[in-house]
């Protein structure tokens, strides 16, 4: 049952594009790596993993322009983070020239790592300012200058990534640094 709906929803996703059949259409990845993050308004840099599942879409043996992800960050708990997972989906565009698999795209997650660890600072007139009304949904820009394939699995050695915190908007900004090893399946 399963196969059937995913080969049902990679037909349909692939209809999009002319130039490809659904037959021929699809890679699946699943990938681990290391990263470095930091929200500018409230947390120190934190150390952590993630794991990742993306689908290529594009001619089978080819280039594939469009990558469609989604996967868990997480990292050990801390004060302000008891629990530390992040959940994302993302749309990537990759290149390809050779080993080279260069990606970039935007990416839409729903962080744990978002609870502030300033106190609440209130105004005389009793309006909260600081960190406090910063909420869990972020939106950012990934890119992986530095991927490459060899054979059926790929290395990324540079994999950044600059977002802010949607509500409210550009109240947190977030830095990400990593790495990645993923094989293709």
Do not use: C
């Amino acid at each position: 049952m399963v196969p059937d709906f995913r080969r049902a929803l990679t037909s349909v996703v692939v209809a999009t594009f002319s130039w490809v059949t659904p037959a021929e259409a699809v890679e699946h990845e699943v990938s681990a790596g290391a990263m470095t993050f930091s929200y500018s308004t409230f947390s120190p840099a934190r150390y952590g993993g993630f794991v990742a599942y993306d689908l290529a879409i594009g001619p089978q043996g080819g280039w594939q322009p469009l990558r469609l992800g989604a996967g868990a960050r997480f990292a050990a708990p801390f004060d302000q983070a008891p629990i530390p997972l992040e959940g994302f989906i993302e749309v990537q565009l990759a290149g390809s020239i050779g080993p080279w698999k260069p990606t970039a795209g935007p990416e839409l997650g729903l962080s744990g790592f978002t609870r502030p660890q300033q106190p609440r600072n209130t105004s005389k007139d009793g309006i909260v300012s600081g960190a406090d009304d910063v909420r869990p949904l972020y939106i950012a820009f990934d890119t992986a200058p530095l991927r490459f394939r060899s054979g059926r699995f790929d290395f990324s050695a540079l994999d950044v990534q600059l977002g802010t915190t949607l509500d409210p908007p550009g109240r947190a900004w977030r830095l990400q640094v990593g790495l990645r090893v993923g094989a293709t399946l």
